[in-house]
């Protein structure tokens, strides 16, 4: 699902302005709780008259092989204070940050970083090239949202960018912002509580269950359980080769059903049936090796005999 705007911009595949960097991203995915996350860190934002009109932070995630695709998938707040006449961004916290999630085994690198203002001035220049030192030799993107909403419904809107020098002159603000497409990436188990999220329905109360949202839920529930039925039919009948995978998905899937006996909890279901039968094989082939062996023990004391 794309995240843009709609907007006139070509993106324009550059190659890269030296021979140190790399060629710039083609496309930008986002996961939707880099967004919450976004969201929540502006709506928690100072509201004194000399408090920035925006805040920024650092955008974790990874890259492919060719560095053509970029993938957010986490993001943390960094401080900074902004006027019209000088910015300070708290550079000693953000790479305090990046020391602590090195010891917990983040897997995730710097990417960029994102502002909450469409606008793009001299200031998000100095950052941006702030953050390409730290994401160097690969580009630093750049997310742009806007929070603003009108009654019509437009705003929310989420942009990338990355930046290209421009001038004789080497200096950190003189740059051009060209746009990168961005979409939402998710998996597809998540997609039941991102609809959730973005339906148009009034809060439930919480002593009442939200009959319409559970209607739908149990439709889909049922939807997909007929899929599986079909599937599972087909492979029995053999219109259809099984696939080992989906095979797998199914047993974990089932063997999570329990039976309850006399208020006494136990596994039960088809994992147990599971483990029975698996039990027998291995009885039947241990009792089959077991006269397999005697039999020859017996043609040997016979030709010893003779």
Same mark, same amino acid.
């Given at each position: 699902?794309?995240?843009?705007?709609?907007?006139?911009?070509?993106?324009?595949?550059?190659?890269?302005?030296?021979?140190?960097?790399?060629?710039?991203?083609?496309?930008?995915? @986002?996961?939707?709780?880099?967004?919450?996350?976004?969201?929540?860190?502006?709506? &928690?934002?100072?509201?004194?008259?000399?408090?920035?009109? &925006?805040?920024?932070?650092?955008?974790?995630?990874?890259?492919?092989?060719?560095?053509?695709?970029?993938?957010?998938?986490?993001?943390?707040? @960094?401080?900074?204070?902004?006027?019209?006449?000088?910015?300070? @961004?708290?550079?000693?916290?953000?790479?305090?940050?990046?020391?602590?999630?090195?010891?917990?085994?983040?897997?995730?690198?710097? !990417?960029?970083?994102?502002?909450?203002?469409?606008?793009?001035? #001299?200031?998000? #220049?100095?950052?941006?090239?702030?953050?390409?030192?730290?994401?160097?030799?690969?580009?630093?993107?750049?997310?742009?949202?806007?929070?603003?909403?009108?009654?019509?419904? $437009?705003?929310?809107? !989420?942009?990338?960018?990355?930046?290209?020098?421009?001038?004789?002159?080497?200096?950190?603000?003189?740059?051009?912002?060209?746009? @990168?497409? !961005?979409?939402?990436?998710?998996? +597809?188990?998540?997609? #039941?509580?991102?609809?959730?999220?973005?339906?148009?329905?009034?809060?439930?109360?919480?002593?009442?269950?939200?009959?319409?949202?559970?209607? #739908?839920?149990?439709?889909?529930?049922?939807?997909?359980?007929?899929?599986?039925?079909?599937?599972?039919? $087909?492979?029995?009948?053999?219109?259809?080769?099984?696939?080992?995978?989906?095979?797998?998905?199914?047993?974990?899937?089932?063997?999570?059903?329990?039976?309850?006996?006399?208020?006494?909890?136990? +596994?039960?279901?088809?994992?147990?049936?599971?483990?029975?039968?698996?039990? !027998?094989?291995?009885?039947?082939?241990?009792? &089959?090796?077991?006269?397999?062996?005697?039999?020859?023990?017996?043609?040997?004391?016979?030709?010893?005999?003779?």
């Amino acid at each position: 699902m794309s995240l843009d705007t709609s907007s006139s911009a070509i993106h324009l595949n550059l190659p890269p302005t030296s021979t140190s960097q790399l060629r710039p991203p083609t496309l930008i995915t @986002v996961h939707p709780s880099v967004i919450a996350s976004i969201l929540t860190h502006h709506s &928690r934002r100072p509201t004194e008259a000399d408090s920035s009109p &925006r805040v920024i932070g650092t955008l974790m995630g990874s890259r492919s092989e060719n560095g053509q695709e970029v993938d957010v998938r986490a993001c943390f707040a @960094v401080p900074h204070k902004e006027d019209e006449n000088q910015i300070a @961004v708290d550079m000693p916290f953000q790479q305090g940050m990046m020391q602590l999630l090195g010891k917990t085994g983040a897997k995730e690198s710097i !990417v960029g970083w994102y502002a909450t203002h469409p606008t793009l001035n #001299a200031y998000s #220049a100095l950052i941006q090239n702030y953050f390409s030192g730290e994401t160097s030799p690969h580009p630093s993107i750049h997310l742009t949202i806007d929070t603003e909403l009108d009654p019509s419904g $437009k705003g929310l809107g !989420v942009k990338g960018w990355v930046s290209t020098q421009l001038g004789l002159s080497n200096k950190p603000e003189n740059c051009a912002f060209l746009p @990168v497409p !961005v979409v939402i990436k998710y998996a +597809e188990s998540e997609r #039941a509580a991102l609809d959730l999220l973005t339906t148009a329905a009034p809060t439930p109360s919480p002593s009442l269950p939200p009959l319409p949202t559970l209607s #739908a839920s149990l439709g889909q529930l049922s939807e997909l359980i007929d899929q599986c039925l079909a599937y599972v039919q $087909k492979v029995n009948s053999g219109e259809q080769s099984p696939d080992p995978e989906v095979g797998r998905y199914l047993l974990e899937g089932l063997g999570r059903w329990s039976s309850t006996k006399e208020g006494n909890e136990d +596994e039960g279901g088809i994992k147990a049936g599971l483990q029975d039968t698996l039990t !027998v094989s291995y009885l039947s082939n241990l009792v &089959r090796s077991q006269i397999e062996l005697s039999g020859r023990l017996a043609l040997l004391q016979q030709a010893a005999a003779q």
